[in-house]
Nanobody
Framework: QVQLVESGGGLVQPGGSLRLSCAAS????????MGWYRQAPGKQRELVAT???????NYLDSVKGRFTISRDNAKNTVYLQMNSLKPEDTAVYYC????????????????WGQGTQVTVSS
């Protein structure tokens, strides 16, 4: 099973930026689509962004133009650059992987990493 380790979260003021990283184990990373999700207190986990094995990306409407997902296959790592952060972006952010990007959009996985907390507050 792929192991996922998220990092890069923290406390940032509104309008600030953070870059999240997700390091994945395993040799199938470069063939896998990757997704970033977030879960705010009292809310369901939602898909924020996906990137396919060939670099096609898709975003939640509320983060379009502010967030950018990217990947480095040499490092088995996917990133989420978050700019112009808003208080409503506050959540625990998780990543996951799948050979099928459509299954990422459903997001029904038993395994999740520990996540990384992002707090946007003045």
């Amino acid at each position: 099973q792929v192991q996922l380790v998220e990092s890069g979260g923290g406390l940032v003021q509104p309008g600030g930026s953070l870059r999240l990283s997700c390091a994945a184990s395993g040799s199938i990373f470069r063939r896998s689509a990757m997704g970033w999700y977030r879960q705010a207190p009292g809310k369901q986990r939602e898909l924020v962004a996906t990137i396919t094995s060939i670099g096609n990306t898709n975003y939640l409407d509320s983060v379009k133009g502010r967030f950018t997902i990217s990947r480095d296959n040499a490092k088995n790592t996917v990133y989420l650059q978050m700019n112009s952060l808003k208080p409503e972006d506050t959540a625990v952010y998780y990543c996951n992987s799948d050979l099928d990007v459509f299954r990422l959009r459903v997001g029904l996985y038993d395994y999740w990493g520990q996540g990384t907390q992002v707090t946007v507050s003045s």
